[in-house]
């Protein structure tokens, strides 16, 4: 068994997996370990044929803030792990490097999750912002404490939205518009009526259900899972999904460039409150 060091792998019941984000003290942000830790676990989960069901959960009031944006040598980093794509070039000049760092940890983890072939519950608590999305998104149910909230603020920083653009998916195309030109919460209620989320549980039962939930699927044959979620992935990416995804990714790309060459920065920093702002050690300074 691999040593995590972000995150937890458990067995809590016959034929579950569980894992577990475990920076509650970050509000678990997703710095590159974490996600590489979080890849390798669902790996095992789905590489041992007792695991039926691979249940995400978080530590912590919240289930994640998203990506780390206080990572130092991001780039540098990509060379302690083993990578899972073929792109490579994390340490090229140019736009390249961010490229290949997106393409390889977060949008193609997210889709790799996506397509992990056994049925995936999350359980979210707290605020699931940004990159927290696109933990969630990827899994096939969810299950919301009562508390949970959702927010892809990114176009407040100058951004079209998180690497894996799935909000038309899950939210529908105009709620979809209107809480990425908003930035506003999402309620569990409110996903819930929209169909993102399965199931709202007062906080105390957030673990038990997705257990019961979880149970409930073991009973079912393997085999027949696997075919039945790749029938239903397959039938959301005929309507073009997948390509809809290419799309918006190169579009991120494109605001990152725009970014780093106005401010030396992926992002316009401009939108981060003043605090955020202070506290990542950010100097403005807009070229041109
Ligand atoms: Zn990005």
Known sequence: MKEFQTILYENPAQ???????NRPETRNSQDTRLLYELNDAFDLAAQDDTVKVIILAANGPHFSA?????????????????????????TCAGAEAQMAREKEIYIGFSERWRNVPKPTI????????????????????????????????????????????????????????????TSDFL???????LGMVNQIVPKEKLQDAALEMAAKITKKSLFALKLTKEAVNVAQDVQGRAQAMQTSFAL???????WSK???????????????????????????
């Open 15 to 21: 034929h579950v997996a569980r894992i577990v984000l």
């Open 66 to 90: 998203g990506h780390d944006l206080r990572e130092q040598n991001p780039y540098q980093k990509m060379s302690e792990f083993e990578t899972v794509g073929t792109w490579c070039g994390f």
């Open 122 to 181: 999350a359980a979210v608590q707290g605020r699931c912002v940004a990159g927290g999305l696109m933990l969630v998104w990827p899994c096939d149910i969810i299950i919301a404490s009562d508390d949970a909230q959702f927010s892809d603020p990114v176009v407040s920083f100058g951004i079209g939205g998180v690497e894996f653009f799935q909000h038309p998916w899950e939210v529908g195309v105009r709620k979809a518009k209107e809480m990425l030109f």
């Open 187 to 193: 309620s569990a209620e409110e996903a819930k009526q």
């Open 252 to 258: 991120h790309q494109l605001a990152h460039t725009h």
């Open 262 to 288: 106005l401010y030396n920065m992926l992002i316009d920093p401009t939108g981060l409150p003043p605090e955020t702002q202070k506290a990542l050690g950010m100097k403005i300074e807009k070229k041109g």
